[in-house]
């Protein structure tokens, strides 16, 4: 299945931003619907942002108004623009990547995110 490196993780001080990469593999990367998810300690694993392969986006509630999540077809990676970061948004973001009818539902190995002052 198509493997995916996320990069861009850090720690950043409350009210800052980062943003976070993932590079996928794959002739076919314009085809799959492409998701941030995140896992904090303690926590389930939650979506934050996924967009798809005809453009459309959802965002988690937690994310709306702060996050951006965007495509480049043309380099095969998936961004997610995080500003206003608190401490909540600390956690482990995995790219997600989902393409049913080859049966694809790849992850990422994650990056860490730390928002602390």
């Known amino acids: 299945q198509v493997q995916l490196v996320e990069s861009g993780g850090g720690l950043v001080q409350p009210g800052g931003s980062l943003r976070l990469s993932c590079a996928a593999s794959?002739?076919?990367?314009?085809?799959?619907?492409m998701g941030w998810y995140r896992q904090a300690p303690g926590k389930q694993r939650e979506l934050v942002a996924v967009i798809f392969s005809g453009g459309s986006i959802n965002y988690a509630d937690s994310a709306k108004g702060r996050f951006t999540i965007s495509r480049d077809n043309a380099k095969n990676t998936v961004y997610l623009q995080m500003n206003s970061l608190k401490a909540e948004d600390t956690a482990i973001y995995y790219c997600?990547?989902?393409?049913?009818?080859?049966?694809?539902?790849?992850w990422g190995q994650g990056t860490q995110v730390t928002v602390s002052s």
């Open positions: 794959g002739n076919i990367f314009s085809r799959y619907a």
């Open positions: 997600n990547a989902k393409f049913t009818p080859l049966g694809v539902n790849s």
